[in-house]
């Protein structure tokens, strides 16, 4: 069985939806 998509595995779109809801949340964070 060979992956067509890495982006239809449920765990990679898992982990991007993570990472742009940190993305969000840490925008307004300080720079320092």
Do not use: S
Request: proline share 3%; net charge negative.
């Amino acid at each position: 069985m060979a992956i067509q998509d890495f982006k239809n595995l449920k765990v990679w779109q898992k982990a991007h939806e993570l990472a742009l809801l940190t993305y969000q949340i840490t925008e307004d964070f300080p720079k320092e």
